[in-house]
């Protein structure tokens, strides 16, 4: 397992954009797809997207393609989530995660908390 922690949420307004980091430890981070999920109040977490681990394959949920994307640097042990018009819809906490397999995350960040504001 890797350790992940988040950074860059805050409140923007509506139009604005954001971009996420999550720094991971552990010199085996290059093995590990990694995603980005977010989880709204009283709602399901949801992936938006993820990467391979070369980050030659992607992924977006179809209410972020277009807007959101997702890329990672091996050398820093660091993944992103660049999020332009953002929406009101899309505010949550999210949360970004490692992958050994089979699309089956087991290692987690503690998120952080993303507010669009209309």
């Known amino acids: 397992q890797v350790q992940l922690v988040e950074s860059g949420g805050g409140l923007v307004q509506a139009g604005g954009s954001l971009r996420l980091s999550c720094a991971a430890s552990?010199?085996?981070?290059?093995?590990?797809?990694m995603g980005w999920f977010r989880q709204a109040p009283g709602k399901e977490r949801k992936r938006v997207a993820a990467?391979?681990?070369?980050?030659?394959?992607?992924f977006y949920a179809d209410s972020v393609k277009g807007r959101f994307t997702i890329s990672r640097d091996n050398a820093k042990n660091t993944v992103y989530l660049q999020m332009n018009s953002l929406k009101p819809e899309d505010t949550a906490v999210y949360y970004c995660?490692?992958?050994?397999?089979?699309?089956?995350?087991?290692?987690w960040g503690q998120g952080t908390q993303v507010t669009v504001s209309s």
């Open positions: 990467i391979n681990w070369s980050g030659g394959n992607t």
């Open positions: 995660a490692a992958s050994s397999g089979y699309d089956v995350y087991d290692s």
């Open positions: 552990g010199r085996t981070f290059g093995t590990y797809a």
